[in-house]
C-alpha cells in the first residue's frame, strides 16, 4: 500500500473513531444502525387463542373464534412495520417484506404480536433482538482483501430466527428473516431502487421559481471552465401554462388541491393583451371551458374539503365548492375526491381521515406541439403552485402596492387579520417544474390511477390511440434524466397491478450466502450470514405495505437516498419541517418518524469527523401560514422547533467530539447548519391601499410595513446535481404515504454529476443560483461553491445584515429578503434553541407568538405533524 492510501485509509479510521463516540456505539448496549433494515415476516405457528371468550366472539356468536393475528417491528418508540390481520388463525402465514431506511441509536429491535380485536388489540407476544447481533466490524482479512475498507467499517449481516414469543414455548413462535445493510454499501447512483415509477432518459425539464419571474433578479452566469459562459434565463411558470392549455389539442388533466376559477394566469399588460386580443381567456375556469367546448378532454380533479358546504367555504379554503358550481353543466369534468379510510376504521375515524388529511398533489398535463413540428408530445408541470388565489408573485413581493394593479381581485393574506383594502398582501415564494418526454407518460399514469380508483376509466383519454404512451418515441434531446416519486396508498389510488410483482433479476443475496447455524436460548433455531463486500441488493417489491395495503412512500424513500449520496451542500425549502421524533428530546412517542431531520444530521456529523467541507442551508416560513398565536400554529411551531433543537444537538455532539480528538477549535454548528426565512419591508410611496386601518394588525403593519414573504415551496437540491422539486413537505402528513396524497419529480443532467472534488455548473446548478441572487439580491461570487465557509460567511452576513433592516425602527426598501430564522442555539452538549435576541418577549415580530410554539392540548399530533 502506497503513502497514499495509507493516509487515506489512516483518515477513515480516525472519522470511524469519532462517529463511534459522536452515536455512542462504544456503549455496549446501543448501536448505530444507520442504513437499510430488509424485513421479511414469514409466519407464527401454535400462537394462543384471546378470543375464546372475547367480546368478538359474543358478538358474532362465532363457535370457534381465534385469535386475529398481526405483527408489528419497532426500534423503540418507532414503529418499523405492521402486516396484515389474519382473522381466525393460530398458525398464520404472512410473507409479508419490508425495506426499512434506518438512522437510529438503540438497543435492539422489538417484535410484537398481536390480537385484532374490537375494543382493544391484545398482546401474544413479544421477542427483543438486540442491535448487536446485526453489528459487525470488518477485520483484518476483510481489509486486506479490500484496501478500501478501514477499522470501524460495518458488515452486511442477516439473520433467519425461529423464536418463541416472551421466551415461552407455549406462547408459540415468530419466524422472520432481517439483514442490515449499512450505508456505505448502498447506492449512491442517481437512480432510486426499488420505488413504484423507474427513471426516464431522453427529458426535457424546465425549473421555476415562483408563478411568474420577471428577470428583474441579478444577472447568473454559469457553465463552462469559469462558470461564466452562459446566462441563465428565467422561465415564467404562468405564462408557460397559459400557452400549453392553450396549444392542447387532445387532451388537458388538471390535479389540484385548490384551483380558482377567478385568477388570471396573467396579468399586466400581457392580461391586458389577452383580454383585447387573445383567442382563449386568460382566467382559468375560462379557459379549462373553452378548450372543453374545442372537443379537448378537460379532466379536473381537487381535493374535497369535507368541511366546506353551499353556505360555508371550508377551513382550508380551497374553494372546492365554487369550482364544483362553475363547471356543474359544462364540458369539463371535474371531480372532487376526499381521502378516505380503511374498512377495519370505524365510522368516526373514517371521517376523521377525510377531515384531517388531503390530496396535496398539483400537476398538470396536456398534449402538446413538439418543437420545431413533428407531431405531438407530452407537457407536464409538477410542483408547489396550485391554480388559485394569492400565488402570483414574482421576485419583487410587493406588499402595498399591488393592490389596485396586478393584485387586485387577489390579495391573499392569511397571516394577519386584514382587509384586502387596506394590505399588506402575504407575499408568497414558491418552487415548480416542467417536463417533457417520457417522464411525462408517469405523471399522467399518476393521474389516470388516480381517476380510475375515485371517479370513471371510461372518462379518461386514450392515450394510446394518440401515440402518447411510447418513451422512446417521446424521447427527445433534452438530455436530463427523472423519475417520479409519490405519497399514496391504495385506497385512493389504482396501482398497476402487476407494478409489485416485480422483481430483481439478480439472485437474492440472502438465498446464495454462507449461512451459519447458531444455538440460542428462547429460540428454537437461528441462522446468520455475514459479508463485507457484497452490496448488490435485489427489491422484491416497489411498493410498501401497511395494514396489508399497498403503500407507496417513494418521495421519502428518494429524499433519503439523495441526502446519502450527498458530498458537498444540501439546500432546501420547505413549508414545514418536522420529523425524526425518535432524537427529540421530550415526546419522543409522537408518530413523527420521517428521517428527513435524522439523515441530514447524521450526514452533517460524518462530514465533520471526516474534516471534510459540507453545509446545509433550510428556507422555511417565518411561521406556518395561519394567526401565529393561534393554537394550531403554536402546535406546529413546536413540532418545528424540537426537530431544529435535536438535529442542532445531534452536531453540536460531533464538532465536540472532534475538537476533542484534534488540533480544531471554535467550531459551530452555524459553520455547517443553517436555518433561513424570508422577509419584506416597504415604504408608503407608491401605496395602492385604499382602506383606513381599523383593526389591531392593520394599524400596526400600517406603521412597521413588513411581512414575511411566505415559503410554501417543497424543493431539495444536493450538490448542485439533481433536484427533487413537487408537493411534499419535510414533515409526516407528506412523508407517510398513507396520510396526505403527494407527488414529486427528481431530476438531473447525466454530464453534470457531482463530484468528491467539485459540483458541476449545468442548469440545476444555474437555478440555485438564480434562486439565492433572487432572495439575497446580489449574485456574490461564494455562492458558487455553497461548500465552502466563505459562502456559509456570506449567506449569514447578509441574513444578519437584512435582520437589522426588517427590525429596525426606520422603515426602508428592501431588495435583500434572507433573513435568519428566528432562533438561536446554545452552543454546547444539550443546548436548546432560544428566541433570537431582540424579539420582544420571544415573539414574532408584530405579534403576540411565540417563536418557540407550545404543544397543543387541543388538536391531536397526527393532525399537525
Known sequence: MDHFESMKKEAKATKNAILSKVFHTDDSSKKLLWGLLHIKIIKCQKMRNLDRLGLHTLLTRRQYDKSDPYVMAFIDDYRLLKTKHIDDDLNPVFNEEFYCPVAHIT??????????????????????????????????????????????????????????????????????????????????????????????????????????????????????????????TPPRLWRDIYDAICNAKHFIYVAGWSVDTDQYLLRGEELKEALANGKYSPLIGELLKSKAEEGVVVNLMQWDDNSSNFAF???????????????????????????????????????????????????????????????????????????????????????????????????????????????????????????????????????????????????????????????????????????????????????????????????????????????????????????????????????????????????????????????????????????????????????????????????????????????????????????????????????????????YQQVQVALTARMANSTDYGLKVSDYLNFYCLGTRETSAGSQATGTPATEDEILLSKTRRHQIYIHSKMMIVDDDVALIGTANINQRSMDGCRDSEIMMTSWQPDHVATKESIPKGDVHAFRLHTWASITGQMDEAFRNPSSPNCVNAMNKIANENWLKYMAEETTDMESHLLPFPLEFEEFEGGEVRPRKGLIEGHFPDTKASVLGKKSIMLPEIFLT
Open 107 to 232: 438497543e435492539g429491535i422489538t417484535f410484537k404480536v398481536k390480537d385484532k380485536d374490537i375494543v382493544k388489540d391484545e398482546n401474544l407476544g413479544k421477542y427483543h433482538l438486540p442491535a448487536s447481533e446485526l453489528i459487525k466490524l470488518v477485520d483484518a482479512k476483510d481489509m486486506k482483501a479490500d484496501p478500501n475498507m478501514a477499522p470501524g467499517d460495518l458488515k452486511r449481516v442477516g439473520l433467519h430466527k425461529v423464536v418463541y414469543l416472551d421466551g415461552k414455548k407455549h406462547h408459540g413462535s415468530l419466524e422472520f428473516f432481517i439483514e442490515f445493510i449499512p450505508t456505505r454499501m448502498l447506492s449512491k447512483s442517481m437512480v432510486v431502487p426499488g420505488i413504484y415509477f423507474k427513471e426516464t432518459k431522453g427529458n426535457d425539464v424546465k425549473l421555476y421559481m415562483n408563478a411568474d419571474d420577471d428577470g428583474s433578479a441579478p444577472v447568473v452566469k454559469y457553465g463552462g471552465e469559469n462558470d461564466d459562459e452562459k446566462v441563465w
Open 313 to 647: 367555504p371550508g377551513m382550508m379554503g380551497t374553494f372546492d365548492e365554487k369550482t364544483r358550481n362553475f363547471f356543474r353543466n359544462t364540458k369539463v369534468m371535474a371531480r372532487f375526491m376526499s381521502m378516505v379510510g380503511g374498512e377495519e376504521n370505524t365510522m368516526f375515524e373514517g371521517q376523521s381521515k377525510k377531515m384531517a388529511f388531503t390530496h396535496h398533489q398539483k400537476y398538470i398535463i396536456m398534449d402538446a406541439p413538439r418543437p420545431g413540428g413533428g407531431g405531438r408530445e407530452l407537457f407536464a408541470f409538477v410542483g408547489g403552485i396550485d391554480l388559485t388565489a394569492g400565488r402570483w408573485d414574482n421576485v419583487k413581493h410587493p406588499l402595498f402596492r399591488s393592490l389596485q394593479s396586478q393584485h387586485k381581485g387577489d390579495t391573499y393574506t392569511k397571516c394577519f387579520k386584514i382587509s384586502t383594502e387596506c394590505g399588506p398582501r402575504q407575499p408568497w415564494h414558491d418552487i415548480h417544474s416542467a417536463v417533457r418526454g417520457p417522464e411525462a407518460i408517469h405523471l399522467a399514469q399518476a393521474f389516470e390511477e388516480r381517476w380510475t380508483k375515485q371517479g370513471n376509466a371510461g372518462e379518461l383519454i386514450n392515450r394510446n390511440r394518440l401515440g402518447l404512451d411510447n418513451e422512446i418515441t417521446l424521447e427527445n434531446k433534452g438530455g436530463w434524466g427523472a423519475q417520479l416519486s409519490r405519497s399514496i396508498d391504495s385506497r385512493v389510488d389504482s396501482f398497476d397491478p402487476s407494478a409489485n410483482q416485480r422483481s430483481n433479476s439478480l439472485l437474492r443475496y440472502e438465498d446464495k450466502a454462507d449461512w451459519k447455524s447458531m444455538k440460542e436460548k428462547d429460540t428454537k433455531s437461528s441462522k446468520r450470514f455475514e459479508t463485507a463486500t457484497v452490496t448488490d441488493i435485489s427489491y422484491n417489491r416497489c411498493l410498501d405495505h401497511k395494514k396489508g395495503r399497498l403503500v407507496d412512500n417513494s418521495i421519502h424513500m428518494s429524499h433519503i437516498h439523495h441526502i446519502r449520496r450527498a458530498k458537498h451542500f444540501i439546500y432546501i425549502e420547505s413549508q414545514y419541517f418536522m420529523g425524526s421524533s425518535f432524537m427529540w428530546s421530550k415526546d419522543r412517542a409522537v408518530k413523527c418518524g420521517n428521517m428527513i431531520a435524522a439523515e441530514i444530521a447524521f450526514k452533517i456529523c460524518e462530514k465533520i469527523a471526516a474534516k471534510e467541507p459540507f453545509a446545509v442551508y433550510i428556507l422555511l416560513p417565518m411561521w406556518m401560514e395561519g394567526i401565529p398565536q393561534a393554537n394550531a400554529t403554536q402546535g406546529l411551531l413546536y413540532y418545528q422547533r424540537v426537530t431544529i433543537e435535536a438535529m
